[in-house]
């Protein structure tokens, strides 16, 4: 089986003041239906739920109430999902729906569950269409954004392509329509665009999107932001057509466990080290004792993220604990703080 591909789409291409962008919905569907007939994966992060359900409640603009919005991805989740197998189904595809939150990525059996139902999906020629669980998301197990999402989806099914679609054609070194806004083509020069936030019924924007990229490239995908609005848009993209902005990936690639470790553990704690004990971490690939730790930063216990960082206070490593914090910080002699098989060098 080939490699997948993620498509993203953002809340403007789904949904507008008039509801459903289905014209829009219906020339992706087609070029998703043709890859998957083609024996290509694909995955699809769709945003769009809480405007729907905003329509719903008559309610203009997000709410800053938690379980106003909450309320409102649970009643347009149900409208986007049958948008997307309508679209879906025309073309003779199968829409699955997966809902994640943060901990079920940052957890490593929900992560490697959630991996082996895509791979399945996959193989029976279905398209999971994949949204953040906001119904039950807290602000402590969210991803931020579906763009976010979208990366951490490409990292977890090995993506040979990320896609971030958008009403724009990619990054613009300025707001498009500003005086000089240029078309960014090298995502290496879209850190430093003029960028501004998500819209009122989202929480992207093009900053979010550069964010994930970046994290995707690194992790080995190559990733573009590009227009999400013509007749074709995918095709061209995967055959190579300069379109939207770039992102180069890395060419060193870690491990599955060490790019979760990396991008999907959440972080609990920070461990703060002596100059040997970082040396020994950063130039020996040794595992971290915990009488190296000169400060241990909040309340976690064994097997929960930790950030490592050296003596100036910049983190250098993540790993997981191999102790609780209340142990560590006694700095016991021959107590193991962080396996060295279990931490990743950042």
Not at 191 to 201: H, I, N, Y
């Amino acid at each position: 089986m080939k490699r997948p591909v993620v498509v993203k789409l953002g809340t403007s291409l789904v949904v507008s003041q008039a509801g459903v962008r289905r014209s829009v919905l219906r020339r992706r569907a087609r070029e998703i239906a043709e890859l998957v007939r083609t024996g290509t994966p694909v995955c699809v992060v769709s945003s769009g739920a809480i405007a729907l359900g905003l329509a719903r409640l008559g309610v203009e603009g997000r709410p800053k109430s938690m379980p106003r919005l909450q309320a409102a991805s649970a009643l347009g989740q149900a409208r986007l999902q049958r948008v997307w197998e309508t679209a879906l189904g025309r073309e003779g595809v199968s829409a699955a729906q997966i809902l994640l939150t943060a901990g079920d990525v940052a957890d490593r059996a929900a992560y490697v569950n959630v991996r082996n139902a895509l791979g399945a999906l996959f193989r029976l020629g279905c398209v999971p269409v994949v949204n953040e669980n906001d119904a039950t998301a807290t602000d402590e197990i969210t991803f931020g954004d579906n763009d976010a999402l979208a990366a951490q989806v490409a990292v977890l099914v090995r993506a040979r392509l990320l896609v971030l679609l958008t009403e724009v054609e990619g990054v613009f070194s300025r707001a498009p329509g500003q005086p000089g806004a240029k078309l960014v083509r090298e995502g290496a020069a879209a850190g430093s665009a003029e960028v501004g936030p998500g819209t009122a019924s989202g929480r992207g924007g093009i900053r979010s999107k550069v964010l994930a990229a970046e994290m995707a490239a690194t992790a080995g995908i190559p990733t573009v932001i590009a227009g999400g609005l013509g007749e074709d848009v995918l095709f061209p993209l995967l055959s190579g057509e300069q379109r939207g902005t770039h992102f180069v990936p890395s060419e060193r690639v870690p491990s599955a466990f060490k790019l979760w470790l990396r991008l999907g553990k959440r972080v609990a704690g920070r461990l703060v080290l002596d100059e040997g004990a970082e040396r020994a971490v950063r130039e020996q690939g040794a595992s971290l004792l915990a009488v190296g730790v000169t400060a241990c930063e909040g309340s976690f216990q064994a097997g929960d993220g930790v950030e490592l960082a050296g003596p100036d206070g910049q983190p250098f490593a993540k790993g997981l604990a191999s102790a609780d914090a209340e142990e560590l910080r006694r700095r016991p002699r021959g107590v193991e703080a962080v396996h060295r098989d279990r931490l990743v060098l950042l």
